[in-house]
């Protein structure tokens, strides 16, 4: 992905999931900037960490004594409780000296778990607060460590290239000398060399698949990001055959049973299903509340949201349907679903009359 695309990533991780990403890509293409860039925009304080100048101390804090109890001074870069949302840059992950550092930092690029804080050694990092990693890639050209398996499974790897276009537009904005603007236009191969792709070895796992769930229930990616983010986590073939299998799904239409037992799990889905496969949707939900004596009270209420989410004409024709069912005309009849209901119910009355 481009810088521009790789903003539109992190807005959406940071401001609505507690997950990590970890941005790669080759030195110059923008990564620190746009982290910051996008703290600028999210309003966000912004903490870098440059790890590879940083001691286990410089992380954890010095031991002290109360008594008999053993306890580490906060950190000076540790954001209070009480403080704005800060975004945490854990720059140079893969350049810390020491193992122990490495280690040290293990933790906290790691995601909260539920209900708990995300934390390092006794520190407790506040709900508000997030964590970004950002590292040159392990191919031979830096002086950098591996990152284990382990460790790239707990964070959302974003791989960044270098764009012209997306240079060109920033360089204009920032007004950058007109001819070296007018010779990168003409002469692309020269913006960045020594910028091929990589690989990471990212590979699915249990929780991998969890992160994939977070963000897919959380973020709205534009649909070309969809594979470069989930690559990043489950590894590209594994994500080339999720997204293959969800595509394949839309275009079948939800049955009876998704409606009435998993609406917040295909509402979107519903909303965005082609008139030829809602009308089957429909046709389905007809047929199988006809054999239905009643609904619980979670099977009334996404009934109703799924009228609600069709257009005026069809939902006009469900409900017209739906109403010759004693059972089904009942629960519509409900004081509770007037909102939704009411003016279909005046309209079919009016056509009777």
Same mark, same amino acid.
């Given at each position: ?15 609505? =999931? ?9 030195? &110059? ?29 410089? $992380? ?25 949302? =800060? ?27 539920? +209900? ?8 407790? /990092? ?14 031979? =050209? ?8 382990? $460790?790239? +499974?707990?964070?959302? #790897?974003?791989? #960044? ?20 603007? !007018? ?6 191969? $020269? ?9 990471? %070895?990212?590979?699915?796992? *249990? ?18 990001? *969809? ?7 489950? &590894? ?17 239409? $939800? =049955?009876?049973? !998704? ?5 917040? %799990? #295909? ?25 239905? +004596? ?27 349907? /739906? ?31």
């Amino acid at each position: 992905m481009n810088i521009d695309q790789l903003k539109t990533a992190l807005r959406e991780i940071i401001t609505k =999931t507690d997950l990590t990403p970890c941005v790669v890509g080759h030195r &110059g293409v923008g990564k620190t900037a746009a982290i910051i860039q996008v703290c600028a925009e999210i309003d966000f304080n912004y903490t870098s960490l440059r790890l590879g100048q940083m001691e286990v101390g410089d $992380l954890v804090g010095i031991p002290y004594r109360e008594g008999e109890v053993m306890h580490w001074s906060r950190p000076s870069w540790w954001p209070d409780a009480e403080a704005a949302p =800060t975004l945490v840059h854990c720059d140079e992950l893969n350049r810390a000296q020491q193992e122990d550092t490495l280690q040290a930092i293990f933790q906290f690029v790691e995601p909260p778990a539920q +209900d708990q804080q995300r934390a390092l050694h006794t520190h407790k /990092l506040a709900a508000q607060h997030r964590v970004v990693v950002a590292i040159n890639p392990p191919d031979g =050209t830096y002086q950098v460590a591996p990152l284990d398996r382990a $460790l790239l +499974d707990r964070m959302i #790897v974003l791989q #960044v290239e270098s764009d012209a276009d997306c240079w060109g537009r920033y360089a204009s904005q920032q007004q950058y000398d007109a001819q070296i603007r !007018q010779f990168i236009a003409g002469n692309n191969n $020269l913006l960045a060399t020594g910028t091929g792709s990589y690989d990471l %070895q990212i590979e699915p796992s *249990e929780r991998a698949w969890e992160m994939v769930s977070i963000l897919k229930q959380s973020c709205r990616f534009p649909a070309e990001l *969809e594979m470069e983010i989930y690559s990043g986590v489950i &590894g590209r073939e594994a994500a080339v055959a999720f997204l293959s299998w969800c595509a394949e799904q839309r275009q079948r239409p $939800l =049955t009876a049973e !998704q409606i009435l037992d998993h609406w917040p %799990q #295909v509402a979107d889905q519903a909303t965005a299903q082609q008139d030829d496969i809602q009308v089957a949707t429909m046709s389905d939900l007809g047929s199988h509340l006809a054999g239905v +004596d009643r609904l619980n009270e979670s099977q009334q209420d996404n009934l109703v949201a799924y009228i609600g989410c069709l257009p005026r004409d069809m939902r006009f024709g469900l409900v017209k349907t /739906l109403l010759r069912l004693p059972p089904i005309a009942a629960i519509l009849s409900q004081d509770r679903y007037d909102h939704a209901i009411l003016d279909i119910i005046r309209r079919i009355s009016d056509e009777v009359a």
